[in-house]
């Protein structure tokens, strides 16, 4: 687990933190919001400075506006039920054996995540590789 440590403010308020670890930065953003409270949030898709003072500034340009400075977004719907929809209507030879498959390996790993959180190809791979160590299932069906 990595802990988030302020190391780096730029200003005094409205402000950016830097925290998570070196390979893998974080930047936080502190505003004064329309309403007048002190928020930090995660500048979300900033990986320099440079971004995140951006993403500040945007806050701080929509405050000024009368808005709120960075929104709450809405919480993306899991695919486990898509999934379960989508496994039932199969009527390929093979259903039963997908179905089973499907229970088996893929609804324990992605059921839980977001469509946001599978449009790359890094989840991909680290089910791949956790296949292939776990050894439950063959490598011809991890590459089918």
Do not use: C
């Not at 002190?38 to 971004?51: F, P, Q, S, V, Y």
């Not at 995540?113 to 590789?129: C, F, G, I, N």
């Not at 296949?131 to 011809?140: D, F, P």
Request: charged share 30%; glycine share 8%; proline share 4%.
């Amino acid at each position: 687990m990595v802990t988030t440590k302020a190391i780096r403010q730029t200003t005094s308020v409205p402000n950016i933190l830097k925290g998570g670890t070196r390979s893998d930065p974080k930047y936080y953003i502190r505003f004064v919001d329309a309403d007048g409270r002190r928020r930090m949030k995660l500048a979300k898709g900033a990986d320099t400075i440079e971004k995140a003072k951006k993403i500040l500034r945007a806050a701080e340009g929509r405050v000024q506006q009368g808005q709120v400075g960075i929104e709450e977004r809405t919480a993306s719907p899991r695919l486990g039920p898509l999934m379960n929809e989508w496994i039932e209507t199969l009527t390929n030879r093979n259903a039963k054996d997908d179905h089973n498959r499907y229970v088996l390996h893929l609804k324990p790993w992605w059921a839980d995540m977001t469509m946001a959180d599978t449009q790359s190809v890094a989840p991909v791979l680290r089910w791949l590789e956790h296949q292939r160590k776990g050894g439950k299932l063959a490598t011809g069906s991890v590459r089918h």
